[in-house]
């Protein structure tokens, strides 16, 4: 008999379509994949030539859990000059990516019973997170002309006396809105008054393109206080695979996270961890480019999709992803218990392209495109999704 945690528990959709995009390529079929959030670039060259060395030099023990002293001052430094946030090494808590960091917060903050705040909609992985640390993901209804952002009253007509956490991913996955300051505000201060922590997913910080992002974490130093701030290379530096992440937070948080990490993994690579100092140290300029990039591919598809008759979207200020409302589509599709997943799996099989469902974030009317690939690609998925819907939009 396994565990009764795994009744409610289902593996995430976003690595499922990859694997199966994956195997459908690997049988010799031409896939468009705008699955997953993967960026399309290769790991800076100085930050592998780290890792390279770090391996040459054998820094190949066992190491500091919280990860080496060296990479934490360089993310001090990062946040305070980038993000207005000061922090010292011993507050920062390096994990096997942000997954890792995330579920290092929640085993380190909830109880069984306690409820975890999730805006929909929200990235696929939380609510299961949350559920295999035996908290409760508590759903709050967001509303579209907000852009899906929370308000100060979506907040205060959900929280109830076990509520503990709110998990804020800034800018979003999946719809790439981004906050602003007095949003941000009004927010942390219904969380400081009501004893609820921040969790503020930021790992799409640098992929913002109007500048308005700011950390919450840097707005007051009550707010810093219940604040923990998860970050990572996968996004900014194409470090997918090579599993990065890391957390800031105050002191006491940070220690029992550390107290976690040491019995769940001891810490992460040293290998991933020099890879990663190097990107701090040396190659601002490669990451200054990628965003560069996506800002060019976020004009591309935006413009290509407002041409699209009978669709809406939310408009995104960053990370790589649109999410993309097709009520119009489902009004007259047939499909059994979920529009997008239905949706998704026809467009695969006849298009052979590959999106999100909604479903997976929590709003089954929507599918999400990641672009984070080059335009020919994005376009041409794109022009593919206007020919699949045509026919149920004119009915
Ligand atoms: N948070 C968000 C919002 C994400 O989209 C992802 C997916 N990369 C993660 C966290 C996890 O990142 P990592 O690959 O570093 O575990
Ligand atoms: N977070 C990315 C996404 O939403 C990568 C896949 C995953 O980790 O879920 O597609």
Known sequence: MLSNRLKNITPSVTVGISSKVKELKAQGN???NLSIGEPDFNVPEKAKE???????????????????????????KKLSKENNIEYTPDQIVLSSGAKNSITNILLAITDPGDEVLLPLPYWVSYSEMVKVTNAIPREIKTKKEHDFKLTKEDLLASINENSK????????NPTGAVYTKDELVEIAKVCIENNIYIMADEIYEKIHFDNSFISVASLSPEIKDITITVNGFAKCAAMTGIRLGYTASNTEIAKAMSSIQSHVVSHPSLTAQYI??????????????MVETYKRRYEII?????????????????AFYIFVDLSNVKKNYNYDESFSI????????????ALVPGKAFGIDEYVRISYACHEDEFLDGVNKLEDFINPYIQQ
């Open 30 to 32: 031409n896939i468009i």
């Open 50 to 76: 780290y890792g390279k060395k770090s391996l040459d030099d054998n820094k190949t023990k066992y190491d500091l859990v919280s990860g080496i002293t060296e990479l934490r001052e360089e993310i001090c």
């Open 165 to 172: 956490l709110l998990i804020l991913t800034n800018p979003s």
């Open 276 to 289: 990663g100092l190097g990107v701090l140290k040396e190659c601002q300029d490669d990451m200054d480019n």
């Open 302 to 318: 935006t413009n290509r999709l407002d041409k699209i008759k009978g669709i809406s979207y939310v408009k995104p200020l960053g």
């Open 342 to 353: 239905k949706f998704c799996e026809d467009f695969l099989n006849e298009k052979r392209v």
